[in-house]
């Protein structure tokens, strides 16, 4: 079993800047595919970034693509989304996830395990 723990979330303005970062607890971590995924309320969880296990691979969806960028950091079992130019439509709650194989999903159904998630506000 594989827990992670989404932090750095809460309330910014439109515009701002805002880190997630989602630790994980596992040994094999760099074996993961790790992503990001949002879910604003009455609407499905919606794809926001992807990364490999060696973070060479890398990607986003529409709506964050040139916005956001995702990273890891293999050492410290890590992995970050970094979220600029926020916008009011980027208000959900956001999911960290990983995907057990040398796949680099963007769907929900690919992923092993998800984050308990975390809220982000952007207010205009």
């Known amino acids: 079993q594989m827990h992670m723990e989404e932090s750095g979330g809460g309330l910014a303005q439109a515009g701002d800047s805002l880190r997630l970062s989602c630790a994980a607890s596992v040994r094999t971590f760099k074996n993961y595919a790790m992503g990001w995924f949002r879910q604003a309320p009455g609407k499905e969880r919606e794809f926001v970034a992807v990364?490999?296990?060696?973070?060479?691979?890398?990607y986003y969806g529409d709506s964050v693509n040139g916005r956001f960028t995702i990273s890891r950091d293999n050492a410290k079992n890590t992995v970050y989304l970094q979220m600029n130019s926020l916008k009011p439509e980027d208000t959900a709650v956001y999911y960290c996830?990983?995907?057990?194989?040398?796949?680099?999903?963007?769907?929900?159904?690919?992923?092993?395990?998800w984050g308990q998630g975390i809220q982000v506000t952007v207010s205009s």
């Open positions: 996830a990983a995907h057990d194989g040398p796949m680099v999903p963007t769907v929900v159904a690919d992923y092993n395990f």
């Open positions: 990364i490999n296990g060696n973070g060479g691979i890398t």
